[in-house]
């Protein structure tokens, strides 16, 4: 995650983070670490949230510019909310997804950023979509994108199953982006994790001090 910084010594885009997104049986866990570097070098923020509600049951996760990305969400959240009243009910996460994906691509020239888009609703239950940087989007199980998630690719084939119960996809995605955080100089601070399910959406912040430590670091 990167807010834009104006020195020509600066060159290009790092999407220093790391994002994960997985489902579980009845539910979605969505999550991000927290912190934000500029240049790729110099860390900004240690408490950013990454994790961005657009809609009642819709979360997304972004990774790029943290300005790109804060506007491709707010414009996103005004989107669905019209489409909301329009519809007279919740919007399905595809359309969530679609939103995010129709945005990135009319602007893919000016934007570096993509997202993760999870949410559950009546007519598809928990679902996860990629939105890359040029407007693709594809349905997944399970997701991880920004810098930290090229230290977790072998993990995440290993450890993520179907039907996990909602306990064992929150440790997975906290071991998982724990794992990433000590490897990636630009991924750290806290985890964030959401959690939704036809009940709703629970927050879970994990500190830094209690996450699992997997060597001597």
Request: net charge neutral; glycine share 10%; aromatic share 8%.
């Amino acid at each position: 995650m990167e807010k834009h910084f104006t020195d020509s010594k600066v060159k290009g885009v790092s999407t220093g983070t790391t994002i994960l997104a997985a489902i579980f049986d009845g539910g979605v866990v969505i999550g991000s670490d927290s912190r934000a570097s500029i240049g790729g070098e110099y860390v900004s923020s240690k408490t950013i949230n990454k994790v961005i509600q657009v809609h009642d049951q819709i979360f997304c996760c972004m990774a790029g510019s943290l300005a790109d990305a804060q506007a491709v969400t707010k414009t996103a959240k005004f989107h669905l909310s019209f489409h909301s009243v329009q519809m007279e009910g919740p919007p399905l996460v595809v359309a969530a997804a679609s939103v995010l994906r129709e945005l990135c691509y009319k602007n893919k020239e000016e934007l570096q950023a993509g997202f993760i888009t999870a949410g559950w609703d009546r007519k598809k239950g928990p679902q996860v979509y990629v939105v890359s940087l040029g407007g693709m989007l594809i349905s997944q199980p399970v997701t991880i994108g920004g810098s930290g998630s090229t230290y977790i690719y072998g993990y995440v084939d290993a450890k993520y199953k179907p039907n996990m119960t909602r306990e064992e996809c929150q440790q997975f995605a906290t071991n998982a982006l724990a794992l990433a955080m000590g490897r990636d100089n630009v991924s750290g601070g806290v985890v964030h994790l959401v959690v939704i399910t036809e009940k709703g959406a629970e927050h879970v912040v994990v500190p830094g001090d209690k996450l699992p430590r997997f060597n001597d670091e």
